[in-house]
């Protein structure tokens, strides 16, 4: 079993070569690239650099794709930009050499949870295609989500794997405020099949709809993490607390001990 920890974040363009050495120098071998405001690595040549740069010094990147990300909206334009957003991702994270674009795939609006269900579907197959296509080599990951109204709950991103061949992210955080439970058991034996988990982890205050904020990520939370992660298997374990550096370092020290 390999495990790997690492923060949400890998600053600006001319910062990302020293922050990565840093994470590295910190035991961290992981690092997922926010363009959750927008894709901000427009160079290839960027790219490129900072990819090899984390294969040096043994640094697992993946992405998060933008926040703008509806593949059920009733606007078509909406739909269509949501899809250009996650490609575009797609072919910079190929340059990067990233495995995992994670992605909020969309709402639920109007739509029964069936229906959006299939809309969903459909796009993703269709993301699916151009990818391919394209060539572009990273795996979309569409993310467990912690708001009630939000598509997104385990068994909708489970049937998407089976019916698109996408990847997926797990995040533990949403799902504590989705069911009021982490669920543990019930996820890893859910998703037993597959070899190579991607997981978003944080504290998180939770209100009547789900998921409000992430916060602080305690070192009792970490430790119900670690206790209940499966065997053989490749896991990456993304924090998303306002300090996933902090609490990525205190999860590997918690892990390692």
Known sequence: ????????????????????????????????????????????????????????????????????????????????????????CCEVG???????VVFHPGYYGKDGKKETYEKIKKQIIDIQTKRKEKK????????????????????????????TGCSFCIDFAHILAREKDYKFKEVFEKFKEFKDIHIHFSGIEVGEKGEKNHKKTSEEEIKKLVENLPKNREITIINESPSPVRDSIASLKIYRS
Request: charged content about 25%; hydrophobic content about 35%; some cysteine.
């Open 1 to 88: 079993m390999t495990v790997k920890f690492g923060p949400s974040g890998l600053g600006g363009i001319k910062e990302a070569i020293d922050n990565l050495e840093a994470y590295s120098k910190m035991g961290l071998t992981a690092c997922e690239i926010a363009f959750t405001y927008g894709v901000y690595i427009n160079q290839k040549k960027d790219a490129l650099r900072i990819g090899d740069a984390a294969r040096k010094l043994g640094i697992s990147l993946s992405i998060h794709a933008p926040y703008w990300i509806n593949l059920n909206s009733t606007d078509n334009e909406i739909i269509e930009k949501s899809k250009q957003r996650i490609l575009k």
């Open 94 to 100: 190929t340059d990067l050499g990233v495995k995992k």
């Open 136 to 163: 572009y080599t990273s795996e979309l990951a569409p993310e467990t989500t912690g708001k009630i109204n939000v598509f997104g709950s385990i068994e909708e991103i489970f049937n998407l794997t089976k019916d």
